[in-house]
Structure formats: structure tokens, C-alpha cells
């Protein structure tokens, strides 16, 4: 039973992780930008409609959530990436900017929202399902679907859609994409749109459950790369697995070590990856399909 | 033009300049705080180290505020003995690596002869400087146990763990609970806890499921929360305060932990209830804080400060009342310097707390011991409709 239950756990928990990691994996497969401030963004997130939903009510906070995540996402792009590609930066550039502005971002979160840690909660939603002699938080239940949902809806439109088929195309050939009509630059807003979109359930439902605090920046874009990692970092449904193949691994890991290990199982995770499988998880799939 | 044209005079100018340097820097630290001889120096600097940032910044905020307030007390009374205090602040995030650095950063910023250290891991990590430095090293937050080992400079005005352990057990037993498992923070307070609770369990003809812990920073407990639903137990002691203790305590409930929950004052560190909300109702919490009496004129002008500089806030937190004592003790310690015409520094002012034993704060009166411990009476509270609510008063057994 124990074994199942951590098997339920695991999965929940990589809902949450596939979400974040499906978000980054948008936009760095169609851009190629490394874009770590996304763990910024998540955060201010997490704090606008933890700190909204009292005065406003939970939904018009969460819609100033979506609005949060979409504007400083697109900002972000429009204001520190674009003029940094205009003026022919380079990649390790743009991750160089990408992590000051992660860092600008954090740290004016104690000074716009205070640095208390907030509770975010979800009216309406019981605090979990029993299902049998299994015990489902409802967050992460929600969370699981939506990861489920979201990665098949991500390969579908990146097969299927037009809107995906020019991701493709502009993530494999920006300058020949533009000669055919598909402005690269129209595409990358549109790419940035969408992880933010991504994010912003993910931002919400993880909270419910871990409250909000100034430090969860850096822990979720740590565990976002390393899903990233994973499951191979232009590929979308590779992020996805990454996500669920981490989160399992914390939570089966601990039939076996101690707690303690969680954060090192991930590492190792990622390392044994590295060392035998660096194109991660769908990485081959990636170099042929794009997506 | 002829320094450039000639290496070895560069070598030897920069080497000249290197040992000037370091004998200009080390007569500036020993000189520092206006006082490594003097027995009055012009001005008075207190280093804190508390958690500014991180998962622990709401218990960081606690501290501060208490030692703010006793700050503002002294200078409003005119200084110690007419020269002001002066608090500087630094970042420890409740972590080991983080608190050496901030010890590191109150240092270079001179002035220093004492310092407040918050936590047991910043405690641990740190008592070798403090040692090394001769500095006074007051720990109103860290309650390992073990900790009065690790320096003679360390002067504890929280109690440690153990008193609480020693006396919520033998309570937990007499309510029928036979079946323990554990959660504690994963550093050595917790380490220190588990065995100590483990121990006086199994004292207490009770049984010990084991103990599950993780780092503070680790907000997702689903997989340790079923480990600890599978081992079936009536009671859960949970040693852990601030996000984490909020975190645990919700998720907990969530998956259906529903056995009574058991804890110790760092649960008070602030975030549980902010967290958990009703989740946390049920819990039987040990504390060390003592009421602010209205009898005690120390706890009427800590109140009084800590109004000014905190209008509508709690200032009954068991943490802010610690830090705020820890610098009225320092403050006397300061001044019984003078009196005695002691130079004024790190060394001298431990001798100075050890020497005069027993100090009136605003927490009633603290008593040290040789080691620079210090025991109090045990509270025992319910958290009721989001409140800690004592029920239950315990005089340390030694």
C-alpha cells in the first residue's frame, strides 16, 4: 500500500514539475532562449493572487495571475531579449540577462509584497480525494489532469496546427522562416505567450499546496531544468516526462533512503542522464520532429 | 614611468603594501567597536544574525522586531550608561553556510564584540569564530541541547530542547498515547530532538515508530507524510517551525494524518497558522515563553517600544521576547563592564553574564548556569480556532 501511495504521490508531484518544465520547454524549443527568470515569474505569480484573493475574491485574483504571468513574461522578451538578439547577443548572453532579471524580480518581491510567506488557498476544492485506502490531494490532483491535458494538447498543436507548424519551422530556420512570411519575432511573443499560460496553473496549484515565500524562485527553476534536462530540452512532451520521471523518483526514492536524499535523488536523476543519455529523455525524437 | 620599467621594485612595493595592509587591518579589528581596551567605549555595536530572507523570514522578522525594540528602550533611557547602541543586521537564512558568512560580514564591518546568532545550525556553524574571536555569542533562538559545548562565549538565554521534551512526554503518555513516529527538521536541532525524544520515549515504557526529516527548505511532504501514516502511530511529535512547520502540518492533514499532533516552541516561529489555518487546530504545542506580566516593569516598556515601532502587531511572539531579552542582557553585561572597570570586550562580557547569574527581562527572570544555559517554566498550549491557547505550566525538573 505504502508503495502505491508514494506511486500516487510521485505522480501528483510531477504534475506540478511537468507543467513548469512543459512552460520553460515552449519557449526555449521554438526561441532558444534560456529563459531562467521564468522562476521569477512564477513566484510573482504565486504572491498576486495569494495576495489578491483576500480583498478581490479567488477569481478576479486569479485572472490578475494570468495577467502577471503573461505581462512579465512578454515583457521580459520584449524589453531584455529582443534588443539583446537585435544586437546580435548571443545565447550565453541572454542567459546571463535572463538570471539578473530573475534576481531583479525576486528581490522585489519583499519589497512590493512583504517577505512573510502567504498561504494561497482554493475555495471550494476539498483538501483531498480518498480514493479507497489512497489519500489524493486535491491540488495535486488537479495539477495531474491539467499536465495530462496540457501535454497532449502541446503535441497536438505542434503537429497538427498551423500556429505549431510555424513554431517548428522559426525554432529551425528563424531567418529563412521570415523570408516565407513567418516573422520570427511574431512567433517568439507568441511562444513566450504560451509558456506563460503553462505557468500560470502550475504557479496557482503548487501554491495551494506549499504556500508562498521569497525562496520559491530558485526551487522550482532548479527542478524545472533538471526535468528539462531529463527529458530533453527542446521537447515539450520530454519536459513533461522529465517532470513526472523526477517527481517519481523523489517520492519512491524515499522508500529506500532517508528524506533527506529528495533534492539529491534529482540531482542524480539528472547526472546519470547527463553521463549516459544527454540528449535526454525524447532528445532523438527532438533532432528529428522539432518539437 | 620607473616603476614600470623595473619588476622588482613593483615586487617589492606591492609586497610592502601587502604587509602595511595587513597590519593596518588587523589594529583596525582590534581596535574596532571603539573598544577592544577601553572600559566605556564612545558607541556600541551588537551584530545580529537573523533570517532576512529565505523560508524562515517571517521568524527572522520576530527576532528583529524584539531586538529593535530593546534597542530603542536603551537609547530612549539614554544608551548604556549615555553612549547609544547600535544593532547592525545580517542575513543568516536560518542555515549553517549562510550564518558563517553573515558572522563573517558583521565582523568586517567592525564594532563588534557580540553578536546574536538565531538558530542552532548558525549557532553550530559559528561557534568557532566566535571562540576564535573572543566574541560573545548570544543565542536567544537556538535550543539544540548541545550547543554550550561547542564554545564558552555562547550565552543561551532560550532555553534548550530538552526541557521541553522532558516535560510534554510524560504529559503526551498520561493521555494514553502509546505509539510515536516523528518529524523533524533536517538539521542538528532536529538531529539533537529525535534522539532525545526517542530516548525519553521508550523511558516512558512507550514505542518508537522512527523518524522521518527533511531540509527546511523542502515544501512538498507527500512521501515522508505516507511513510509516516504507514507506521500506523497514535501520537506524531513534530520538531520543525516556520514554512516548513505550516507546510507539513497542512499536506499532513490533507492526506489524511489525522493521529494527534505533538510539537515544541519552534512551531511559534509564525507561519503555521497563516499556513495550515484549521489544519492546525488539535496540536499540543510546548513553549518557553512566559506572559508579559503588567507587574514586570521590563515587559511594560518592551511593550511599550515595541508599540511604537510596531503598531497592531503581536509582541507576545515567544522569539521576539528572547532576542529583546538577549539585548537587555548584553546591555547589562555592558555596563557591568563599567562598573567594574573591565575593558570591554567579547571575553570580558561573557565573564560579565556569567558573573551576575540571574537578569530581570521582560520574559520574568533568566538564570544562567556556569555553561551559559539558562532554564524556564514550560507552557503547554492547544491550538484552538488558530490561536495557542496554555493550558498547562511545567517547572523545569533541574
Same mark, same amino acid.
Given at each position: 500500500m505504502l508503495f502505491r501511495q508514494e506511486l500516487i504521490n510521485g505522480l501528483t508531484l510531477g504534475g506540478i514539475y511537468a507543467l513548469v518544465a512543459m512552460s520553460f520547454s515552449i519557449i526555449f524549443s521554438v526561441t532558444k532562449t534560456f529563459h531562467f527568470a521564468h522562476g521569477a515569474v512564477y513566484m510573482w505569480v504565486a504572491y498576486v493572487v495569494a495576495t489578491l484573493q483576500g480583498p478581490w475574491g479567488f477569481v478576479p485574483a486569479l485572472l490578475a495571475g494570468l495577467v502577471t504571468s503573461l505581462g512579465l513574461t512578454l515583457l521580459i522578451e520584449l524589453i531584455v531579449y529582443r534588443p539583446m538578439r537585435r544586437n546580435g547577443a548571443g545565447g550565453l548572453a541572454i542567459f546571463v540577462a535572463s538570471l539578473g532579471v530573475l534576481i531583479v524580480l525576486e528581490n522585489l518581491v519583499p519589497v512590493v509584497f512583504g517577505s512573510q510567506v502567504r498561504p494561497l488557498n482554493l475555495p471550494g476544492l476539498p483538501a483531498s480525494v480518498h480514493i479507497g485506502e489512497y489519500v489524493i490531494p486535491s491540488a495535486g490532483l488537479v495539477s495531474l489532469v491539467l499536465a495530462v491535458v496540457v501535454v497532449v494538447a502541446l503535441v497536438a498543436m505542434f503537429r497538427y496546427t498551423h500556429l505549431g507548424r510555424s513554431f517548428r519551422a522559426v525554432a529551425s530556420n528563424p531567418q529563412m522562416s521570415t523570408l516565407v512570411g513567418l516573422e520570427a519575432k511574431r512567433r517568439y511573443l507568441l511562444a513566450f505567450g504560451l509558456g506563460a499560460l503553462v505557468l500560470w496553473p502550475a504557479a496557482v496549484f503548487n501554491s495551494a499546496t506549499t504556500g508562498v515565500n521569497p525562496g520559491l524562485a530558485e526551487n522550482i527553476i532548479l527542478i524545472t531544468l533538471i526535468a528539462v534536462i531529463v527529458g530533453g530540452v527542446e521537447s515539450v512532451p520530454g519536459a513533461a516526462l522529465g517532470g513526472w520521471l523526477i517527481g517519481l523518483s523523489q517520492s519512491l526514492s524515499s522508500l529506500f533512503f532517508s528524506s533527506q536524499w529528495q533534492t539529491a535523488v534529482a540531482f542524480g536523476v539528472c547526472i546519470v542522464f547527463i553521463l549516459f543519455?544527454?540528449?535526454?529523455?525524447?532528445g532523438r525524437t527532438v533532432l528529428r520532429s522539432g518539437v | 614611468m620607473h616603476i614600470r620599467r623595473n619588476p622588482r621594485v613593483v615586487a617589492c612595493l606591492s609586497a610592502g603594501l601587502l604587509v602595511l595592509g595587513l597590519f593596518t587591518g588587523c589594529s583596525k579589528q582590534s581596535g574596532s567597536g571603539g573598544g577592544g581596551g577601553d572600559v566605556k567605549p564612545k558607541s556600541y555595536t551588537l551584530g545580529a544574525a537573523l533570517?532576512? #530572507?529565505?523560508?524562515s523570514t517571517a521568524l527572522g522578522q520576530y527576532f528583529q522586531h524584539g531586538i529593535a525594540a530593546a534597542a530603542k528602550e536603551i537609547n530612549d533611557a539614554g544608551g548604556i550608561d549615555g553612549a547609544k547602541l547600535t544593532v547592525n543586521y545580517a542575513d543568516n537564512q536560518l542555515q549553517a553556510a549562510a550564518s558563517v558568512t553573515a558572522m563573517n560580514k558583521l565582523i568586517t564591518q567592525g564594532g563588534t564584540q557580540a553578536v546574536i546568532m538565531t538558530s542552532s545550525a548558525g549557532v553550530t556553524a559559528t561557534a568557532p569564530i566566535a571562540t576564535k574571536r573572543s566574541l560573545l555569542m548570544l543565542n536567544p533562538?537556538?535550543?539544540?541541547?548541545?550547543?554550550?559545548?561547542? #564554545?564558552?562565549n555562547i550565552i543561551s538565554n532560550i532555553p534548550n530542547i530538552k526541557t521541553e521534551i522532558d516535560a510534554m512526554l510524560p504529559y503526551i503518555k498520561q493521555l494514553g498515547h502509546t505509539k510515536m513516529a516523528m518529524y523533524a527538521e533536517g538539521d542538528a536541532l532536529g538531529a539533537t530532538s529525535t534522539d532525545l525524544v526517542k530516548t525519553e520515549w521508550e523511558s516512558l515504557g512507550g514505542t518508537w515508530l522512527g523518524a522521518q526529516s527533511e531540509p527546511i527548505t523542502v515544501v512538498d511532504h507527500s512521501a515522508v507524510i505516507a511513510k509516516i501514516k504507514a507506521q500506523n502511530p497514535d501520537v506524531v511529535y513534530v520538531l520543525c517551525g516556520g514554512q516548513q512547520a505550516g507546510t507539513f502540518v497542512k499536506q499532513a492533514r490533507a492526506q489524511g494524518l489525522n493521529q494527534q499532533l505533538v510539537a515544541a516552541s519552534p512551531l511559534q516561529g509564525g507561519d503555521l497558522i497563516p499556513l495550515a489555518g484549521a489544519a492546525a487546530d488539535g496540536i499540543l504545542d510546548s513553549g518557553i515563553a512566559q506572559p508579559l506580566e503588567a507587574s514586570n516593569a521590563k515587559a511594560t516598556s518592551y511593550k511599550t517600544a515595541f508599540d511604537a515601532l510596531y503598531p497592531g502587531q503581536d509582541p507576545t511572539n515567544v522569539y521576539s521576547v528572547f532576542a529583546h531579552d538577549a539585548v537587555l542582557i548584553y546591555a547589562a553585561a555592558a555596563k557591568y563592564l563599567i562598573d567594574n572597570k573591565m575593558p570591554y570586550n567579547g571575553k570580558n562580557l561573557v565573564k560579565a553574564v556569567l558573573a551576575q547569574k540571574s537578569f530581570d527581562v521582560a520574559g520574568g527572570t533568566t538564570n544562567f548556569s556556569p555553561d551559559g544555559s539558562s532554564t524556564a517554566a514550560i507552557t503547554f498550549s492547544k491550538i484552538t480556532d488558530g490561536k495557542f491557547v496554555p493550558f498547562k505550566t511545567v517547572q523545569p525538573s533541574s
Open positions: 543519455r544527454p540528449t535526454g529523455i525524447l | 533570517p532576512l #530572507s529565505g523560508p533562538g537556538g535550543e539544540d541541547p548541545t550547543l554550550q559545548k561547542l #564554545s564558552p
